[in-house]
């Protein structure tokens, strides 16, 4: 199929773009990964597509005070490649997963936020790090943790005429650790479960703090405080991380995997992700 008629505009101005926007009949155009088969198949018929890869200020990317930021129009493989990104480790953990190389040179990180796909990589790892988004709108900017977020499959506290303007990423702190891994049916392709895990240690290297969130399990990203999990059953994890996959995995069974398959993935995953992440985490103390 092809996609119904739409206007076309790229704005040079962040005003410009809430201006198109204003009424609610428009659709942010940054990458274009998501948003243009969504078009071909007619699941959306917006009247204009406001392209804001003209706006300066949406093309930033690097360090600020509040950690590693990103704009909105930043394509992914330029994360991918930054070296200041290395600040955020699980950033370039989880690049690797996101599509394939010829998607990421044009699909951005904001936009891949925006599109809150449940079995996406990187909404994930903005939860786990409790990363912050920053949206423009007719009422002026504000600030959302990404868990608040991301408020369901493919929805975002985002109104329609809204724009993000970025996601800021916290730098790593010594001390922390992280671990990243799904199972996909091929690589490039959404995953059938994933995990992402951060833990922080103490100078005797206890662990202080432990998130983990899941992905590809559930409606969006689920986060859940496991320090106590981590600290109590670190010789043994599986049983516990079993336990907590019944508690935490709630997406139907389909094609490729039922509830129980996933369930079973996840819970493998977490046990193994939330140990490298502890040893990450005591070797990066050290090391300190």
């Known amino acids: 199929m092809k996609a119904a008629p739409f206007a ?20 942010v155009l940054a990458g274009g ?6 078009l ?13 890869t003209a706006v300066p200020e949406l093309a930033s990317v690097g360090p600020d005070q509040h950690g590693y930021r990103i704009g909105a129009a ?27 190389r010829e998607l990421r040179s044009r699909g951005t990180v904001c936009g891949s936020l925006a599109h809150a796909d449940p079995a996406a990589e990187l909404p994930a790892v903005a939860c786990c790090l409790q990363a912050t988004v920053e949206l423009a709108g007719p009422a002026g900017r504000r600030r959302l943790p990404a868990e608040e977020f991301v408020t369901g499959a493919m929805t975002t506290a985002a109104c329609p005429e809204d724009v993000v303007v970025a996601v800021t990423f916290p730098h790593a702190r010594p001390g922390e650790g992280y671990g990243f891994a799904e199972i996909a049916r091929r690589h490039g392709d959404f995953a059938l ?35 106590s999990l ?59």
């Open 230 to 288: 981590l600290a109590e059953h670190e010789d043994d994890l599986r049983p516990a991380t079993a336990a907590l996959a019944e508690d935490v995995v709630d997406t139907g069974g389909d094609t490729h995997g039922s509830t129980g398959y996933r369930r079973r993935l996840f819970g493998v995953l977490a046990a193994r992700e939330l140990s490298r992440a502890l040893q990450r985490a005591r070797d990066r103390k050290e090391g300190s």
């Open 33 to 38: 990964q998501s948003l243009v088969p969504v």
């Open 74 to 100: 930043v394509r992914q493989r330029a994360v991918e490649h930054d070296p200041a990104a290395r600040a955020v480790p699980l950033i370039g953990m989880a690049m690797p997963f996101v599509g394939h």
């Open 8 to 27: 076309y505009v790229r704005p040079g101005r962040l005003d410009d773009v809430l201006g198109e926007l204003a009424g609610g009949d428009g659709k």
């Open 193 to 227: 479960a994933g995990v992402v895990t951060r833990v922080r240690v103490g100078a005797d290297g206890g662990v202080t703090e432990a998130r983990l969130t899941g992905f590809g399990i559930s409606d969006r990203a689920v986060t859940r405080d496991v320090t």
């Open 40 to 52: 071909a198949m007619r699941l959306g018929r917006p009247g204009t597509l406001v392209d804001i």
